[in-house]
């Protein structure tokens, strides 16, 4: 028990900071993604319907899947994201330029830039 008290601590490393910094974050997302889910009693239309199946559900899906595959995770979240505002684009004329959208995102895309980096350090 004295050697472990003494011994030297292991280094941080920085992508298991990170990594662990952005699963803290996709937790928060993914509980203010459910508080807005359900606080609005609107019923969507068929084309929200349609976005809905992109954001939320897919970035938080995304996420949910980057805790365990961070890189498919990421795509999924990414994919998500660009289809959604696609979609928007297409309606609109024009995406959203608040970047909230983007942010609720950004675990997921985090966490799949710490799984690229991480598998091109293995090698």
Known sequence: ???????????????????????????????????????????????EWVLLVFFPVGIALGMVVAWWREVLGGVITLISL???????????????????FALFALPGLVLMIVGLLDARTAR
């Open 1 to 47: 028990m004295y050697a472990a008290l003494t011994s030297k601590p292991l280094p941080v490393q920085p992508l298991m900071v990170i990594r662990w910094l952005a699963r803290l974050a996709s937790v928060i997302s993914l509980g203010l993604l459910a508080l807005f889910a359900t606080s609005d009693g609107n019923w969507p239309s068929a084309f």
């Open 82 to 100: 660009i289809t959604f505002y696609a979609l928007i684009f297409v309606r609109d004329g024009h995406v959203p330029t608040t970047p909230w």
